[in-house]
């Protein structure tokens, strides 16, 4: 009897051994937050405050927001293998003076349990990509940052991929005044507009095991609106003409939604 | 002597007791019923409420806490329609949400129990089930549970308090046994405003879309179509060509509700000019007394256009009358302050335009739905 029960004794404790051999070790991983910052030439962005748009027009913004889309960790420059964070989200940098705080700090948007490692690049969309596009709010809950009917155009079949509104000083009077037609709305869409950017950061991205790392992304919404297509850029100063296109909803104004939304790589930079 | 006192004084208690049960009631219902507390013998057996939706309308969000039940859209149905809700037993919910103008009074600003005015225009209640980025012009709250607590209490509309209201809840001849079947409570005493915000939200929630507007039928029926002026009023709302900004900017259409959900100041309201400080100026700051924030200052709720034809006057303070006014407000491009929406501009307008616009409008009517005889009030 004495010999069964130290026999048995030995069992359990060898397949209790086996079964701690058995249990797979979660791979090493990290977490990362990327912040998305606004500036206007250089200084931190805030709607609702008058920035000189050329010298002799002033402009104040009401909107700037944007999805990003298929942001993913490169780990060779030739990008041949990503390790994707983030498949879709919207970023709105649209604060106040009232928000300095917020406008500051930045929006975040954050991944969990990425694979430890060392990483090359920074692959960031701008826009919803072409298989996202295909659907539409009603697809969606309403929690889903997809399933916002303020950013998705009918007549375009398509998500609105970013807006900037605001008011421009066209005449020169000192008033803001979208009932003098002087509103600017740039809503840009269709799947063609959207824009991917690959940033390589100075040093490698180090994705330590339980470790957290933040990645800042500044968007300079300035340089979003420089224009290299000279029929969009009247005055020759490189800037679109928003006396002139002050909108881009149609067709005809297809090339300076795309160029607007083509900027987006111009005017990010990693931190 | 004392004896005798003593004898009255317990006779007295005795008919007390007796009575208690009855105050506010005498009636109808099983006496077992009106003097005990004790609901458990009435049969609670809840039946899922089966929301109809027109074709392309997306499924409404119902909280996982306040599931529709067919019961529970009852009971919130008779507490919508109750004057008990207010201080005197005039006023009900319905007295500012009328199903005759499309769920809001066809007044500039409603007017309460004590004869006095509010300062906005009452809502429709058209679909409200789907408005999930905050209720109310301001949009001050984000549920309609949260959203049924507020006019009972509030001065200036049924101007009573909810322990007031309760305490009739449970001395009615009715609505023991209807929050018992509704919600399953086991005596008179959980009756609470908590569950009578639940049954009214219930109710709120089943008042969607007929289906029965020109405009659903030429979408979802074959062989009905829009003629020709519709049409043109149609491409007119949804293009934005030939300078028209296009209404759908802000009225999508995506999800056929006909809002974007957002508060936006829409240049109602001339603040004198588009200095920031002049946001100070607005006369109800809307999103603005909300959040604190200035730059809100008279912002409010985009509304729904289905039905817009029967719920005039128009805007959040009930100063445009007709639709015309209102298609001229937007085609002039209103006031400019600091933080009007840049979507509102003005652009040029033919009579045959505005004509078509019109017309479009009108498709939008829903008749079945005002009419609809779930949606009525169950006291008349």
């Given at each position: 009897m004495r010999k069964f029960s130290f026999l048995l004794l030995f069992a359990t404790l060898f397949i209790a051994s086996s079964c701690d051999d058995d249990t797979p070790k979660p791979e090493p991983a990290g977490d990362i937050q990327i912040t998305f910052k606004g500036n206007y030439d250089g200084e931190t962005f805030y709607t609702q405050k008058a920035y000189d748009y050329t010298d002799d027009m002033p402009v104040r913004f009401s909107a700037f927001n944007f999805f990003v889309a298929n942001i993913s960790l490169l780990e060779q420059e030739d990008a041949t293998e990503e390790t994707e964070l983030i498949d879709i989200d919207f970023i709105d940098l649209g604060f106040d003076e009232t928000q300095t705080a917020e406008a500051e700090a930045g929006v975040t948007v954050s991944a969990m349990k990425v694979p430890a490692g060392t990483y090359r690049g920074l692959k960031v969309g701008f826009g919803v990509p072409a298989d996202l596009n295909r659907t539409n709010p009603v697809d969606y809950g309403s929690g889903d940052v997809l399933s916002k009917t303020s950013h998705y155009w009918s007549a375009w079949n398509s998500y609105i991929f970013s807006k900037i509104e605001g008011v421009a000083d066209v005449d020169g009077d000192g008033q803001f005044e979208t009932s003098e037609g002087e509103g600017l709305t740039l809503h840009m869409g269709t799947d063609a507009t959207y824009t991917e950017r690959i940033l390589f950061p100075s040093s490698p991205i180090v994705v330590d095991e339980d470790g957290s790392i933040n990645l800042t992304l500044n968007i300079d919404l300035k340089t979003l609106f420089y224009m290299p297509i000279n029929e969009y850029d009247v005055n020759n100063d490189e800037l679109l003409d928003i006396e002139t296109f002050n909108g881009t909803h149609t067709d005809s104004e297809l090339l300076i939604a795309k160029q607007l939304m083509r900027n987006f790589s111009e005017a990010t930079a990693l931190d | 002597?004392?004896?005798?006192?003593?004898?009255?004084?317990?006779?007295?208690?005795?008919?007390?007791?007796?009575?208690?049960?009855?105050?506010?009631?005498?009636?109808?219902?099983?006496?077992?019923?009106?003097?005990?507390?004790?609901?458990?013998?009435?049969?609670?057996?809840?039946?899922?409420?089966?929301?109809?939706?027109?074709?392309?309308?997306?499924?409404?969000?119902?909280?996982?806490?306040?599931?529709?039940?067919?019961?529970?859209?009852?009971?919130?149905?008779?507490?919508?329609?109750?004057?008990?809700?207010?201080?005197?037993?005039?006023?009900?919910?319905?007295?500012?949400?009328?199903?005759?103008?499309?769920?809001?009074?066809?007044?500039?600003?409603?007017?309460?129990?004590?004869?006095?005015?509010?300062?906005?225009?009452?809502?429709?209640?058209?679909?409200?089930?789907?408005?999930?980025?905050?209720?109310?012009?301001?949009?001050?709250?984000?549920?309609?549970?949260?959203?049924?607590?507020?006019?009972?209490?509030?001065?200036?509309?049924?101007?009573?308090?909810?322990?007031?209201?309760?305490?009739?809840?449970?001395?009615?001849?009715?609505?023991?046994?209807?929050?018992?079947?509704?919600?399953?409570?086991?005596?008179?005493?959980?009756?609470?405003?908590?569950?009578?915000?639940?049954?009214?939200?219930?109710?709120?929630?089943?008042?969607?879309?007929?289906?029965?507007?020109?405009?659903?039928?030429?979408?979802?029926?074959?062989?009905?179509?829009?003629?020709?002026?519709?049409?043109?009023?149609?491409?007119?709302?949804?293009?934005?060509?030939?300078?028209?900004?296009?209404?759908?900017?802000?009225?999508?259409?995506?999800?056929?509700?006909?809002?974007?959900?957002?508060?936006?100041?829409?240049?109602?309201?001339?603040?004198?000019?588009?200095?920031?400080?002049?946001?100070?100026?607005?006369?109800?700051?809307?999103?603005?007394?909300?959040?604190?924030?200035?730059?809100?200052?008279?912002?409010?709720?985009?509304?729904?256009?289905?039905?817009?034809?029967?719920?005039?006057?128009?805007?959040?303070?009930?100063?445009?009358?007709?639709?015309?006014?209102?298609?001229?407000?937007?085609?002039?491009?209103?006031?400019?302050?600091?933080?009007?929406?840049?979507?509102?501009?003005?652009?040029?307008?033919?009579?045959?335009?505005?004509?078509?616009?019109?017309?479009?409008?009108?498709?939008?009517?829903?008749?079945?739905?005002?009419n609809n005889p779930a949606h009525q009030n169950p006291f008349d």
């Open positions: - | 002597m004392n004896k005798w006192i003593l004898s009255i004084l317990a006779l007295t208690m005795i008919f007390l007791a007796s009575c208690k049960d009855d105050d506010g009631g005498g009636g109808t219902i099983d006496d077992d019923m009106l003097s005990a507390d004790d609901l458990t013998d009435i049969t609670y057996d809840p039946q899922t409420y089966e929301l109809v939706v027109p074709c392309d309308f997306p499924e409404m969000e119902i909280p996982s806490d306040n599931p529709m039940t067919v019961d529970g859209v009852e009971l919130g149905r008779f507490l919508f329609y109750d004057p008990i809700l207010s201080a005197d037993s005039t006023m009900s919910c319905s007295s500012c949400h009328l199903p005759s103008g499309s769920f809001t009074d066809n007044e500039a600003v409603s007017i309460g129990i004590d004869g006095v005015a509010g300062t906005r225009s009452s809502m429709s209640l058209l679909n409200v089930g789907y408005f999930y980025t905050g209720l109310f012009w301001d949009g001050r709250v984000t549920t309609l549970e949260e959203q049924a607590l507020l006019p009972v209490e509030d001065e200036i509309e049924l101007h009573t308090t909810w322990p007031e209201v309760e305490v009739k809840l449970k001395r009615s001849e009715i609505y023991p046994t209807m929050f018992r079947k509704a919600f399953g409570i086991e005596s008179k005493e959980e009756i609470t405003k908590f569950l009578a915000a639940k049954a009214i939200a219930q109710f709120e929630r089943s008042l969607v879309s007929s289906g029965q507007s020109k405009f659903d039928q030429a979408r979802c029926e074959p062989g009905v179509f829009l003629d020709p002026l519709e049409l043109e009023g149609f491409e007119l709302f949804t293009f934005e060509e030939n300078e028209h900004p296009g209404c759908t900017h802000c009225h999508k259409t995506i999800a056929q509700l006909f809002t974007d959900n957002r508060f936006v100041n829409n240049g109602i309201t001339d603040v004198g000019g588009t200095a920031v400080e002049n946001l100070e100026n607005f006369p109800d700051k809307g999103l603005g007394a909300v959040t604190g924030n200035i730059f809100d200052n008279g912002k409010f709720r985009t509304p729904s256009l289905r039905n817009i034809a029967n719920s005039a006057p128009y805007m959040h303070d009930g100063s445009l009358n007709t639709l015309e006014e209102v298609i001229d407000h937007y085609s002039s491009g209103g006031f400019s302050a600091a933080n009007s929406d840049a979507n509102v501009m003005p652009f040029p307008l033919t009579d045959q335009e505005k004509a078509a616009l019109l017309a479009f409008l009108r498709t939008l009517d829903d008749d079945a739905f005002m």
